[in-house]
């Protein structure tokens, strides 16, 4: 586990996950706010870990360059410093040792990146430190909505990229698969970056929320550019999981918009963005590293289908509560489980040889059509442009 830098993070991220919602069933067991504490933990401790095994993941290949990032020694120091930012966690004056992990993070993957002269790839590099600091000078206004619109808005820049790729990955060569635009792309990250804008300037929660309810929609017209008719294709389970992941960032968006611009309190509304979206595609991103490998796709086992299943169910649970007696227990029970899952998943891929790649599928049968393709050129036959499997 010491030598692939995504399986700690993503084995300690989903232990953690399971664990920080059962502060409900013991409210006074820590010497902090539950609230506060909880979505503490959930942004800085679960979000971060996955931050971490994606970036150490991505980083070899946006080098251009095979192994890990990071092994060893300095991979179970990182490990470490997480681990005391979640102990730090539960005293606010020891706010420097919990800054200790993302700065530590940021630091690492961005001195590759500065090396290989990787200009693009630096923000997205430092959004785990950036958001630990924009949470670490919260407190002094109490205010709860500033990380959930900063998640939303890394959701957009990261999720909204990486859901389509995956998509687009799957398809056979065509016109349906045309990258989009960079410009086309970037109009539905404005919305949220404006609303969060709005709210650090002190604008009032009604045009925060018209904002929000924009970016919603924005959020819901991008896709119309991806290619989502793969779905239904046979073999897609994989891509089913990214999507519904995905989905709950227009309706998170939407529910908060919504609450802001009538008055009401946006709370609850919030975990359609903290545990739909961002727990789902956590558990969709972090799943395909454990998958069958197939030609050109990956399948996920009946376990992580089921995790995936109870995580969107907990979500709509989670929205009930303030209705329904008795959905605030089920729902951190059945949030937990499902993690529970998704841990014992990561540690027994902790015994198995590391895929490469980690986070999708082989496609050598796509270099071995081409090839065989190229060779019946030479020999005079006719050729037929190769095809991607789609199943």
Do not use: K
Request: glycine letters at 10%.
């Amino acid at each position: 586990m010491i030598g692939a830098p995504h399986l700690p993070f993503f084995l300690l991220g989903s232990l953690w996950a399971g664990m920080v919602p059962l502060v409900w069933l013991w409210p006074g067991s820590l010497p902090v706010d539950p609230r506060m504490w909880h979505a503490q933990e959930m942004v800085l401790g679960v979000a971060q870990a996955a931050m971490a095994g994606y970036l150490l993941t991505a980083l070899p290949a946006w080098r251009g360059r095979r192994g890990p990032a990071l092994r060893g020694l300095p991979l179970a120091a990182l490990a470490i410093l997480w681990l005391l930012a979640r102990i730090a966690g539960v005293w606010p004056q020891t706010a420097v040792i919990a800054l200790a992990f993302p700065l530590a993070l940021g630091a690492v993957v961005c001195r590759a990146l500065l090396s290989a002269r990787i200009w693009g790839r630096i923000p997205i590099a430092l959004a785990p430190t950036a958001i630990a600091l924009v949470w670490h000078a919260m407190p002094l206004s109490g205010d709860g909505l500033t990380p959930v619109l900063a998640v939303a808005l890394l959701l957009s820049l990261v999720g909204g990229r990486v859901v389509p790729a995956f998509l687009r990955a799957r398809l056979e060569r065509g016109p349906t698969a045309r990258p989009v635009p960079v410009l086309s792309r970037r109009l539905a990250d404005v919305p949220v970056a404006a609303a969060l804008g709005a709210h650090l300037a002190g604008a009032g929660p009604s045009w925060t929320g018209w904002l929000l309810l924009a970016a919603a929609a924005a959020q819901a017209m991008r896709l119309a550019r991806w290619p989502i008719a793969v779905l239904w294709q046979a073999g897609t389970a994989d891509l089913w999981l990214l999507a519904l992941g995905w989905l709950w960032l227009p309706v998170g968006l939407a529910l908060i918009g919504a609450a802001l611009a009538g008055g009401d309190d946006a709370a609850s509304a919030g975990h359609a963005l903290t545990m739909g979206a961002m727990g789902g595609l956590i558990l969709a991103i972090q799943s395909r590293a454990i998958m069958r490998r197939g030609p050109g796709r990956l399948m996920p086992g009946p376990a992580t289908l089921l995790a995936g299943a109870l995580l969107h169910g907990t979500v709509l649970c989670r929205l009930l509560a303030e209705c329904l007696p008795g959905m605030m227990t089920a729902s951190a029970l059945i949030w937990s489980l499902a993690w529970a899952i998704a841990a014992a998943g990561m540690l027994n891929a902790s015994t198995q040889p590391v895929p490469h790649p980690v986070l999708s599928a082989r496609r050598d049968h796509i270099r071995t059509t081409t090839q065989a393709s190229q060779g019946r050129a030479r020999a005079g036959g006719a050729v037929q442009p190769p095809r991607r499997r789609t199943e």
